[in-house]
């Protein structure tokens, strides 16, 4: 029997296929924080009398049990079981009997989902937070590896002033600095406790919230039970928002490295490792790695306009369409955490081309550089620019090619030490080492 299902009464065969729809398979990545949620759940209601000392031992024994089983990949959703809550419930009720039927007082299926989904995405969240922080550790790397590698900056697809290697790692190191900021963000948003929450309405019994909170190492509660079910929906849409940010910020570079890969631009090389060939032509090196990267985390920024439709003009209480934000949700993490991956790969191995503005071609990238030398002389701005223009025009122009940037962040100065406490900052706001510790005490 179904958590929800009445005495004497069925749903229709189909009707059920229609709306479990992937829910069992979805709620396979929300097993271990269904057990979390109920160890903290079975705590507090010993707390309140609901259950005795020797039932909330049984309980917590059966769980610690179950969350083994999870870890170690023995955990399965059984054939016409509707859901992990459900699952989980009826082992503890095989096992326990009545004291396993126990554990749903004071909640209800709405809170339990919320707080599994609130747990599933803090967690994930952190590992896309510390993916990202690889990757960004890598680009600052490989920005002071290559700081005096000058590489011609564009305006247009035109050239238009110089530019570095280090200058082009550190920019897109910095965005992702900001990137993180997004993530915490959307962190601090899931470390909210919906628990008690109920139905969207609270309870009768007298439930300590307080207690649940900081037993499952969250930052605080949703305090008003009707806006803790409202943030069913706002949580995914801030989580994949964030991811959409970092997302961009791959798919940028990954632009990048497909334009300066090719034999027009000739900027940097993939290792022969990372191409693929042609089934036709002998001589193609496919850059299929970055034009991959590129087109899946594309597809990643499109997914909180999803969520954004299926959320569109419902009013405040649980609605089932929400049972659909798992299917846009979950798969996105593994998603950006691949792409991550892949990343710090490729961005490894590229092989950056050096002495690149020797060629004559680059020219007119020193422009600028000639009029501020004329500037430097006491020349008016506006005069050496159309100085500098006519000898352009009257080819008579000669690009000075020494370089003088030292302000910070250009490319005698690239300021990657003021990055990386960006980084850091933004990653020490997360508050991931008490979360943890909190999770480890309830578990062990």
């Known amino acids: 029997m179904k958590l929800w299902q009445k005495e004497g009464v069925t749903t229709a065969e189909q009707i059920e296929r229609f709306t479990v729809g992937r829910d069992r398979e979805m709620d396979l990545h929300l097993a271990p924080f269904d057990v979390l949620g109920n160890l903290a759940h079975a705590q507090m209601l010993q707390t309140i009398g609901l259950l005795s000392a020797d039932e909330r031992a049984a309980l917590t024994a059966e769980l610690k049990k179950i969350y083994a089983q999870i870890k170690d990949g023995q955990f399965d959703i059984e054939a016409g079981v509707e859901d992990v809550h459900s699952q989980v419930e009826l082992m503890l009720t095989r096992t326990l009997g009545d004291t396993g039927k126990k554990i749903h007082a004071g909640r209800s299926r709405n809170d339990q989902v919320l707080v599994d989904l609130k747990l599933f995405t803090r967690d994930r969240l952190w590992q896309v937070a510390e993916a990202t922080r690889r990757v960004f550790d890598r680009l600052i790397s490989r920005s002071e590896q290559h700081s005096n590698d000058l590489l011609p900056g564009y305006t247009h697809l035109q050239i238009a002033m110089p530019s570095s290697f280090g200058l082009w790692f550190g920019a897109y190191a910095e965005a992702l600095a900001d990137d993180m900021l997004m993530l915490q963000t959307?962190?601090?948003l899931s470390n909210r406790n919906p628990l008690g929450s109920g139905a969207g309405y609270g309870s009768s019994f007298p439930l300590n919230r307080t207690l649940t909170t900081e037993l499952l190492g969250f930052e605080g509660m949703h305090v008003n039970v009707v806006y803790a079910q409202m943030s069913r929906g706002k949580t995914e849409q801030t989580a994949l928002t964030a991811l959409a940010a970092v997302a961009a910020t791959l798919s940028r570079m990954a632009m990048d490295i497909c334009l300066y890969n090719s034999q027009n631009f000739g900027f940097l090389?993939?290792?022969?490792?990372?191409?693929?060939?042609?089934s036709i032509m002998p001589h193609k090196k496919n850059p299929d790695v970055a034009e991959l990267l590129r087109?899946?985390?594309?597809?990643?920024?499109?997914?909180?306009m999803e969520i954004t439709l299926v959320m569109s003009n419902l009013p405040s209480g649980y609605h089932r369409d929400m049972q659909l934000l798992k299917e846009i949700l979950m798969p996105a993490f593994d998603e950006l955490l691949?792409?991550?991956?892949?990343?710090?790969?490729?961005?490894?191995?590229?092989?950056v081309k050096t002495n690149l503005l020797a060629d004559a071609k680059y020219d007119l990238l020193f422009s600028v550089e000639r009029?501020?030398?004329?500037?430097?002389?006491?020349?008016?701005?506006?005069?050496?620019?159309?100085?500098?223009?006519?000898e352009i025009a009257e080819h008579t122009y000669t690009p000075p090619r020494e370089l003088h940037h030292v302000h910070e962040g250009s490319i005698g100065n690239l300021g990657?030490?003021?990055?990386?406490?960006?980084?850091?900052?933004?990653m020490t706001g997360f508050g991931a080492d008490k979360t943890q510790q909190a999770i480890n005490e309830l578990v062990n």
């Not at 501020?372 to 002389?377: F, S």
């Open 186 to 188: 959307a962190y601090r």
């Open 269 to 278: 090389t993939l290792p022969d490792a990372l191409t693929t060939g042609s």
């Open 295 to 304: 087109a899946k985390t594309n597809r990643l920024k499109a997914l909180p």
């Open 338 to 351: 691949d792409c991550l991956d892949i990343t710090d790969f490729m961005l490894e191995h590229l092989q």
């Open 371 to 390: 009029v501020n030398e004329l500037v430097l002389q006491g020349v008016p701005f506006r005069e050496a620019y159309q100085t500098v223009g006519k």
């Open 416 to 426: 990657n030490d003021l990055i990386v406490a960006h980084m850091d900052q933004a």
